[in-house]
Antibody, heavy 117, light 106 residues
């Protein structure tokens, strides 16, 4: 059974930091590029970042570039999102997701991040 | 910045055909993916690479892309198809979602 389990969310003040984790199981994690996607309350999906299967390339949305860093540990099947200089507008449900490879695509359950003073 | 444009809502009666469109200037050069998101759940991939259906997705879901427009068709929509649908594509290695279309089946 394929699983992605997100963790690490919570409430943080503006300017603070959080690190999200996404633990993968049931599939060959190192074969998939991995994405972070977020969804603000009552809003649509927003793509945040991608990291290639081997970690060699990383790309970010303009809204988080320079503040967020995506990384992965292929030995332990874990994806990370380090979020610094958090803003109120970063408040959202954050999902990790695999790239869609030949129709295979898995999503975590989502983890809540609230940035508030 | 590059955008994908979707109509906010589409409404059909059960058994009718629903068509959800997505427009974007780069679509002639990039694959489109479609995701279904039901309330309180993670998204589910229903179409990949313009028109391919993943294993387990009902045949009533189909899609095509022509020029700057991509269309997701739900033939004989069921009540359980009521959800938000998002198109997704890429631009210079960055992902982009459309704003989403709420499909109401009633």
């Amino acid at each position: 059974q394929m699983h992605l389990v997100d963790s690490g969310g919570g409430v943080v003040q503006p300017g603070g930091s959080l690190r999200l984790s996404c633990a993968a199981s049931g599939f060959i994690f190192r074969s998939f590029g991995m994405h972070w996607v977020r969804q603000a309350p009552g809003k649509g999906l927003e793509w945040v970042a991608v990291i290639w299967d081997d970690g060699s390339q990383k790309y970010y949305s303009e809204s988080v570039k320079g503040r967020f860093t995506v990384s992965r540990d292929n030995a332990n099947n874990i994806l990370y999102l380090q979020m610094n200089s958090l803003r109120v507008e970063d408040t959202a449900l954050y999902f990790c997701a695999t790239a869609a490879v030949r129709g295979e695509n898995y999503w975590g359950q989502g983890i809540s991040v609230t940035v508030s003073s | 910045s590059y955008e994908l444009t979707q109509a906010p809502s589409v409404s059909v009666s059960p058994g009718q055909t629903a068509r959800i469109t997505c427009s974007g200037d780069a679509l002639p050069r990039k694959y489109v993916y479609w995701f279904q998101q039901k309330s309180g759940q993670a998204p589910v991939l229903v179409i990949y690479e313009d028109n391919k259906r993943p294993s387990g997705i009902p045949e009533r879901f189909s899609a095509f892309s022509s020029g700057t427009m991509a269309t997701l068709t739900v033939s004989g929509a069921q009540v359980e198809d009521e959800a938000d649908y998002y198109c997704y594509s890429t631009d210079t290695n960055r992902g982009i979602f459309g704003g989403g279309t709420r499909l109401t089946v009633l």
